[in-house]
């Protein structure tokens, strides 16, 4: 089970959660932890992506978690 809120469908989460594996295109970040995963919200063009990150020996893997598209208004 995996708990984020989702403040508006197309515009945003209202719980963002941090890795310390930052990527460039990473722009939100709020800090928490659930179940020892790490989620990480992405800003790419109009895509919002929720990917989860976890640590699997000695090395970061990570899962897609759902892809939103943000409204072009």
């Given amino acids: ?3 984020y809120q989702k403040s508006s469908l197309l515009t945003s989460f209202s719980i ?3 890795t310390k594996k930052l990527p460039s295109l990473l722009i939100c970040k709020k800090y ?5 995963r790490l989620l990480t919200l992405f800003f790419q ?3 919002i992506t929720l990917i ?3 640590n699997k020996g000695n090395n970061y893997v990570y899962k897609i ?3 939103l598209y943000r409204s072009s208004t």
């Fill in 52 to 54: 989860e990150f976890f």
């Fill in 45 to 47: 063009s109009s895509i």
């Fill in 16 to 18: 963002f959660y941090y």
């Fill in 65 to 67: 978690k759902t892809d």
């Fill in 1 to 3: 089970m995996y708990v």
């Fill in 32 to 36: 928490s932890k659930i179940y020892y």
